[in-house]
């Protein structure tokens, strides 16, 4: 079946980039997603990109796709302590009635 | 503003009881979709619904009943035979299928 892996953690310098990390399985995917939860909360939606596409850039976040590996990336430039959350990557499972296959997410901490 | 509504924030249950938990969203979006979140488990799919009066088990289904009688609204009752129900259930609704979802805020149940 579909899986998508992240890394659970990930703690970076307050100024510097962040590089999250997602691997997918199902090679049928139409749009790959990003996420953003904070404590307490719901999941936002950060930003997607359509398969066709190597890149996309919003603002501070950059998305890397890499459809030969299955490698998807967010990059979020000079990360702030509002950025600390859990970001989770997902995929739709080429249009299964079931929806988005979600990764576990990956818990940003922010050092100062 | 549209968007949708989970409610309540907090609940509290005794064990042997049911419970509803409340989904509405006023996005006029045909699927919605019901998550369980515990710690370093990611979300899993309970239930989720692509149109009116048709809904389907997700991966962690037992325990659980929904409705869907209405577009707007996609209730969730955990019953008695849910042996560990304290978690975070997350509500989700998109306008189809490959689509991304919006997310309510999330209900946080704990058995006392």
């Known amino acids: 079946g579909e899986d998508v892996e992240q890394s659970l953690f990930l703690s970076v310098r307050e100024g510097d980039s962040s590089v999250i990390n997602c691997t997918y399985t199902?090679?049928?995917?139409?749009?790959l997603y990003w996420y953003k939860q904070e404590p307490g909360a719901g999941l936002q939606l950060l930003t997607y990109i359509f398969s066709n596409m190597d890149m996309k850039q919003d603002q501070r976040l950059t998305v890397l796709l890499n459809k030969k590996d299955k490698h998807l990336s967010l990059r979020i430039a000079d990360t702030q302590t509002g950025d600390s959350a859990i970001y989770f990557c997902?995929?739709?499972?080429?249009?299964?009635?079931?929806?988005?296959?979600f990764g576990k997410g990956t818990h940003l901490i922010i050092q100062p | 503003d549209g968007g949708i509504t989970q409610s309540p924030k907090y609940l509290f249950r005794k064990e042997g009881q049911n419970v509803t938990l409340s989904c509405e969203q006023n996005?006029?979006?045909?699927?919605m979709y019901w998550y369980r979140q515990d710690p370093g488990q990611g979300l899993r799919l309970i239930y989720y619904?692509?149109?009116?009066?048709?809904?389907q088990k997700g991966d962690i289904a037992e325990g659980y009943s929904v409705s869907r009688e209405k577009k707007e609204s996609f209730p969730l009752t955990v019953t008695s035979a849910q042996k560990n129900p304290t978690a975070f259930y997350l509500c989700?609704?998109?306008?189809?299928?490959?689509?991304?979802?919006?997310f309510g805020s999330g209900t946080r149940l704990t058995v006392v």
């Open positions: 619904s692509q149109i009116v009066n048709d809904f």
């Open positions: 989700a609704s998109s306008p189809g299928i490959s689509y991304g979802y919006t």
């Open positions: 997902a995929e739709d499972s080429g249009g299964g009635a079931d929806g988005l296959t």
């Open positions: 996005l006029n979006h045909d699927a």
């Open positions: 199902d090679s049928s995917s139409t749009y």
